[in-house]
């Protein structure tokens, strides 16, 4: 059997990269000769310038059109390669991209399952439960604080414009007592009371006021 069909060969097979790598190397091999076959067509144009007709510049110019048809040939090839190259080029990238969408969904289906897991340790109605007694707290406190910030008013029975008139007779009187005491006369709540206090021995002297002053 293998000598019909031959072993089986153990050989890597070729990658993508690698068969780009080839097709590259190829297409530059192309430019050399084509570099080559440039520069001999320059030298032939030239001499075919300076040349009068006859057998020689014939034979040149038959020299000339054979480089022309093989530069034809390689520049097709060359054509060929490199859409080769290209359509490998797409679909590396596409395996790229192919590659990259996989990472994406198995990173979120790893995702997921934490996801999962961490939730299902979360109880729902706790949390509601615990957020329901905040707000009652929230609410007494509010309540406590109304309480304890509120005014006092005045009582019904009270008269406000009795307490006004009341006020004004206060300051009459006031007014009136600083004008009727005169100098060295006593105030008249230190009349109604005996006098001068007992605990003052005797009143204070002129000069020994200045001198405790000084």
Known sequence: MNRLFGAKSNAPKPTLNSAISNVDTRIESIDVKLAKLNAELSTH???????????????????????????KMYESQKDQLQQQSWNMEQAGMMQDNLK???????AMKTTQKELK??????????????????????DIGNDIQE????????????????????????????????????EGEMPSYLQDSGGVPSFIDEAPVAGKAKEAAQ
């Open 117 to 138: 897991k961490q939730y299902g340790k979360v109880d729902i109605d706790k949390i509601e439960r615990m957020q329901d007694e905040m707000a009652d707290l929230m």
């Open 45 to 71: 144009q030239q001499r075919l310038s300076r040349m009068r007709d006859g057998p020689g510049k014939t034979a040149i110019k038959q020299k000339a059109i054979k480089i022309l048809q093989q530069r």
């Open 100 to 106: 990259n969408t996989m990472a994406t969904v198995d």
């Open 147 to 182: 309480s304890i910030s509120r005014s006092y008013e005045v009582p019904e029975d009270v008269d406000e414009a009795e307490l006004d008139a009341e006020l004004e007779a206060l300051g009459e009187e006031v007014d009136f007592g600083a004008e009727g005491i005169g």
